[in-house]
């Protein structure tokens, strides 16, 4: 119950009950893992071997800026125009 109390946890008293003995049994198994001897054991960081899946980068020429801007729904000195944000009023 304090465990609960501390995190907030608003459980009825059979939630208690069942949380309590699904604690207990992972603390047992916490001592188990803790009695096993890992001395030869070498420390890993990944399980699975890890692989880049991503795609080379390609270089491409830009597309056309009057092209683009001729597509946009508000152009302004070569640039996209668009409403302002904060602090602006129109």
């Known amino acids: 119950m304090k465990v609960a109390r ?3 946890l608003h ?7 069942r949380m309590t003995n699904q604690l207990a049994g ?6 188990d893992v803790d009695a096993l001897d890992l001395s ?8 699975i071997p890890l692989s880049n899946v991503l795609r080379e980068d390609v270089e491409t020429p830009p597309l056309d800026r009057d092209e683009v801007l001729a597509s946009a729904p ?12 904060v602090g602006f009023e129109e």
């Open 74 to 85: 508000a152009a302004q000195d070569g640039r996209f125009r668009v409403p302002p944000i």
């Open 11 to 17: 459980l009825t008293d059979a939630e208690v009950d």
């Open 26 to 31: 992972m603390l047992e198994h916490f001592r």
């Open 6 to 8: 501390l995190a907030r």
């Open 40 to 47: 030869n054991v070498e420390p890993l960081s990944q399980p």
